[in-house]
């Protein structure tokens, strides 16, 4: 009867046990749908990659590792999460990146869901690009896709917290142009940051955070990244300062800058550090550039002297007008009329500024002569409310001595008649 019990207790154990280790298992087997493994084994097992942000524009929009790297999110199991058969690719090679990233970014069906209006060629204008062109014939230290926008803190180029926002772009480009080392292998200078900084550009967005001014990528691209020819410098800059380049197109400088293989605007403005223009840049001073090429005597010599008189003719009588303008204010007078043909006449001053690039002296006299004529009128309308103003400062007090003659004649009338 013993051996009977025991044997029975023993079938019991063994029947409990088995029907433990199986709902054990049942219970392994059982898949949360809602749990992104990818992120919860890297996390558990601390080797997220080191640039992973919760803030990345894909991880936002539902999109998991799984997502470029294939792969099976839903599976806790590591040899299904990562099985060739689910599509998993691990880590692409740094040549590979470009078309890894174009598995979805070069798809209109797919972008669409996302951003309708977002292009999708970026991948074939990389490849147009000096930075693609050497990746493609297996130069490694290149820029791919992931040394700009980062590889998973990925944020729009609107975000201020994005390596492709306006104002940390100059800072993205930077991070390779501006090591020496690495541009000395492609004789390239490292020197474009702190030149930069120091331009009127670099001012305007760095410092005024003025987001429409000129970063690296607005001269140079983005995806089709390459350094501005000879042939393309002047559109390049006339994206923003348009008359100016059209002046320049059709003037009979075009031509011979062509010849020399001139850059048109760098040749006397600069690239990256270039500064606020002055009326000084023109004419025969010390600081023109035009004497750059000119000589002495020779015809640019004469027209970039006669241009300069000009300019400066017409700042000189503007500079009068400003002050008389503010005299006039000062005294309390009227300055309406003067302060709209002041504006007038700034115009004038500055399309005649504009007409330079045209080196035309008949075009910019023609626009002084306006700009002169303006501004003579507002001087003599300022003079005549200064003159107004003595004139009436005058009668007061000449109306107020009589008064006080007549006021002291009647006190001693007044004085006589009490005695």
């Known amino acids: 009867m013993r051996k009977s019990l025991t044997k029975i207790f023993t079938v019991i154990i063994t029947i409990s046990f088995t029907l433990l280790t199986y709902a054990q298992k049942e219970k392994k087997e059982i898949k949360d749908e809602s749990i992104d493994y990818c992120v919860s084994c890297h996390t558990e097992n601390d080797i997220l990659p080191n640039d992973y942000s919760n803030y990345d524009v894909h991880r936002i929009s539902g999109l998991s590792c799984s997502g470029c790297h294939g792969g099976d999110k839903n599976s806790n199991d590591q040899d299904i999460a990562m099985s060739p058969a689910k599509g998993f690719v691990g880590v692409p090679n740094k040549k590979d990146i470009p078309q890894f990233c174009g598995k979805c970014h070069s798809n209109i069906n797919i972008m669409r869901t996302y951003q309708p209006r977002i292009a999708t060629d970026q991948v074939e204008q990389y490849y147009t690009s000096m930075h693609g062109k050497r990746l493609k014939a297996g130069d490694k230290n290149v820029a791919e896709c992931t040394s700009c926008h980062t590889a998973h803190s990925i944020l ?8 492709t926002y306006a104002l940390n772009v100059p800072n993205t480009c930077n991070k390779c142009h501006g090591n020496k080392e690495l541009m000395d292998k492609y004789n390239l200078p490292s020197n474009q940051m702190s ?7 670099g001012i305007d967005l760095l410092e005024k955070k003025d987001t429409g001014a000129p970063a690296c990528n607005d001269c140079h691209g983005n995806h089709g990244a390459m350094p501005p020819g000879v042939t393309s ?6 994206t923003c300062h348009v008359n100016n380049m059209n002046y320049f197109n059709a003037s009979p400088m075009a031509e011979p800058f062509k010849e020399l293989d001139y850059h048109g605007c760098e040749q006397c403005h600069g690239n990256h550090g270039i500064k606020k223009t002055s009326d000084d840049m023109v004419g025969v001073g010390k600081n023109s550039t035009c004497i750059d090429c000119h000589n002495e005597g020779d015809n640019g010599y004469i027209v970039a002297k006669t241009i300069s008189s000009y300019l400066s003719s017409l700042n000189s009588k503007y500079s009068l007008a400003e002050k008389k303008l503010i005299e006039v204010r000062d005294k309390g007078m009227n300055d309406i009329e003067i302060g709209y043909l002041l504006q007038d006449a700034k115009q004038n001053l500055i399309e005649s500024r504009t007409l330079v690039h045209t080196f035309d002296t008949v075009k ?5 002569i306006k700009g002169i004529d303006i501004t003579t009128k507002a001087i003599s ?7 107004e103003y003595y004139t009436r400062r005058n009668g007061f007090a000449f109306a107020t001595a009589v008064f006080l003659i007549l006021a002291v004649g009647l006190f001693f009338k007044i004085k006589s008649l009490r005695k």
Request: charge should be negative.
């Open 233 to 238: 410098i002047s559109y390049v800059c006339g």
């Open 195 to 201: 030149e930069y900084v120091k331009s009127v550009h």
């Open 381 to 387: 309308l300022a003079d005549a409310q200064i003159d």
């Open 364 to 368: 910019v006299g023609s626009t002084i």
């Open 156 to 163: 729009p180029a609107s975000d201020p917290r994005s390596t």
